[in-house]
């Protein structure tokens, strides 16, 4: 099988996924307990029909829930086709430009963590590999298995405490200070970057074990080969080594654990963004949850599922495009 | 008596962190089982003066409510607990048996169980769970069905591949070409290989499913009537002022340390155990 016919094939099971979670989207609000139209009164067990039989025929019609649950589901893809995933109630604004005014915060907090982590895990790993199985290595690879078993949202909140609160060196909350007059772009620039901080950092946290830990062992693998033996019998320094023969090599894993760990930042995000008050997605969707806004809660959804998805399948796809071995 | 034996001797082949870790779990397990002994005071309704300091009355001291601390911890690590071995059970007994049939029967069957754990993998858990869990109501028992549901994949993996490597075993094909069926198989040659992975991997899900439960129910997603050690800190950092006041020092800390305590002794735990079991064989 040749390259571009197995990145089809994998394009496409990646759309049959997609195509599953559209339609777990579909059924969800169709499975859940209860009828728009049936109002539950406060005292438990008790249902009670506040419309006649005619109001809520009238009503189905109108929200063309009568139809076959077949002419449902082929409309709804229709609809979605179209870029159209629903209106939200409680923003009085369509769910896509609802999300895509928090969308930028997220991404960028997202992207700068998966940067930050990657980099210095990748760099504190090659210097565990390198001085492999001495005190430096034993030291800082018990100090981040540690960490990172600790869950991203305490470290958040321990960070919240100790730095914003106690020390205030950080804001408590928010993307970007409310009502601020800022004489010139630096400055405004400055202040989001203060904000940023503390959520990225965070995140950054979470994930430095993952890439340290996949670069340590990638790098252990690839200085235990012959011509790793060559470069040092040539007696080339060992910045040179480390840099330009063994890293270029232990970097492919590295690279694609980038596109697949978007998923879990993406999740994590959801959590930090909630401890620090963010402005982004994460936020967002627990607010849907509050006011009980279902249809900007399934656009989130459907949202970061599209997303993950989709930075897998580039994961894949780079993947086969940079290493010659897998076909 | 046989399986005292060897429990003892497993035991003793854990590292200090791995004893620490196992005692650190039992703790917690005797807290959330005598929790109605151990609290002294109830754990929904207040007993106290709102915002008391640790003291001799109430240990860790009391919410804004005045409820007791100490006994919202002890209550908490009952949910943690029954969320953490529930989803962990559930779907390691479920994901063996999935992996021990699809392993076992290859073909079609097997094509199409490891193209859904596929699909269970890619999907994004946390976003989910806040779906589901706003649809259906978030009730302990929704987040463990739930929980499982996305947890299955790991154990049918590891099942699913050392039964296809059991299955090329020579005793294996000897007992095949007696006629052994299905049952025979599972119960004599498969359990006792896949027994140890299991066990591996439920204390993995354990600690993941603790970890979701509290980030669930810190968002104030969770089962709104449990007093779980997320929910204790939600109401916490909700509490206006938390900040600049000296209440987080007990509201907030003891809760966050439950967690961090019961999560980080699960992973000493299971870190002895893939070392001792050598889960890569």
């Given amino acids: ?327 | 008596m046989k399986y005292v034996k060897h429990i003892m001797i497993g035991i003793k082949r854990l590292t200090v962190l791995g004893k620490i870790g196992l005692g650190v779990v039992l703790m917690v397990l005797f807290l959330a089982v005598f929790s109605d002994w151990l609290a002294l005071h109830p754990y929904s309704i207040p007993s106290g003066d709102a915002l008391e300091a640790p003291g001799a009355g109430h240990w860790l001291g009391t919410d804004d409510l005045g409820i007791d601390i100490w006994a919202q911890i002890c209550f908490g690590a009952r949910i943690s607990i029954l969320v953490g071995f529930g989803t962990a059970l559930l779907a390691g007994i479920g994901g063996s048996i999935i992996g021990i049939f699809s392993g076992y029967s290859g073909g079609l069957t097997d094509k199409l169980v490891m193209r859904l754990t596929d699909l269970v993998i890619v999907l994004p858990d946390l976003p989910m769970m806040i779906v589901l869990g706003a649809f259906f109501g978030p009730s302990v028992r929704n987040i463990i069905i739930v929980l499982a549901l996305f947890s299955w994949t790991i154990p049918t993996r590891i099942v699913r591949s050392k039964v296809l490597s059991v299955k090329q075993e020579k005793y294996v094909e000897a007992a095949m070409s007696y006629g052994a069926g299905f049952w025979h198989l599972t119960l004599r040659h498969f359990l006792p290989n896949i027994l140890p992975l299991v066990m591996v991997s439920v204390i993995r899900l354990t600690s993941r499913a603790i970890v979701a439960e509290a980030s669930l129910a810190f968002l104030g997603l969770g089962d709104p009537i449990s007093k779980s050690w997320g929910l204790i800190l939600n109401h916490a950092i909700n509490f206006k002022g938390i900040y600049f006041t000296d209440y987080w020092k007990w509201w907030v800390v003891s809760p966050i340390t439950a967690i961090m305590l019961l999560v980080t002794a699960i992973a000493f735990i299971s870190r002895d155990m893939e070392r001792i079991i050598n889960t890569k064989a």
């Avoid at chain 1, 409309?75 to 009085?92: F, K, R, T």
Wanted: proline residues 3%; charged residues 15%.
């Fill in chain 1, 1 to 327: 099988m040749n390259k571009s016919s197995s990145i089809l094939k994998k394009a496409s099971e990646y759309l049959l996924t997609f195509l599953v979670i559209l339609t777990l989207n579909f059924f969800i609000p169709r499975l859940m307990p209860g009828d728009p139209f049936i109002f539950l009164s406060s005292s438990e067990g008790q249902v009670t029909i506040t419309y006649s039989e005619e109001q809520i025929a009238k009503y189905k019609a109108y929200y063309g829930l009568d139809k076959p649950m077949i002419v449902q589901y082929t409309s709804y893809l229709a609809n979605l086709l179209q870029g159209n995933i629903g209106y939200s109630i409680y923003y009085n604004n369509s769910v896509l430009s609802v999300i895509g005014k928090r969308v930028i915060w997220t991404v960028s907090i997202v992207l700068a963590a998966i940067f930050i982590s990657c980099l210095i895990g990748t760099v504190l790993g090659s210097l565990s590999a390198w001085y492999r199985n001495g005190t430096f290595d034993k030291v800082l690879y018990s100090f981040i298995i540690a960490i990172s078993e600790i869950p991203a949202f305490l470290i958040g909140i321990m960070f919240l405490f100790i730095l914003a609160a106690k020390l205030g060196w950080f804001p408590l909350s928010g993307g970007i200070k409310t009502f601020a007059n800022y004489s010139n772009s630096v400055e405004k620039i400055t202040d989001i970057l203060h904000h940023a901080f503390l959520p990225v950092l965070t995140l950054s946290i979470v994930r430095l074990g993952e890439f340290y830990l996949l670069s340590r062992n990638s790098m252990i693998a690839v200085l235990t080969k012959d011509y790793m033996r060559t470069a040092r019998a040539k007696g080339l320094h060992n910045k040179r080594i480390i840099f330009r023969h063994a890293l270029k090599n232990a970097l492919l894993p590295i690279v694609t654990r980038v596109f697949l760990s978007l998923g879990a930042v993406f999740s994590g995000a959801i959590l930090v963004e909630n401890v620090f008050n963010y402005p982004g997605v994460g936020r967002l969707m627990r607010e849907a949850v509050m006011v009980r806004d279902y249809v900007l809660i399934q656009g989130i959804f459907l949202f970061v599922a599209v997303t993950v998805l989709t930075m897998n399948l580039l994961a894949d796809i780079i993947y086969r495009r940079l290493d010659p071995r897998v076909n």
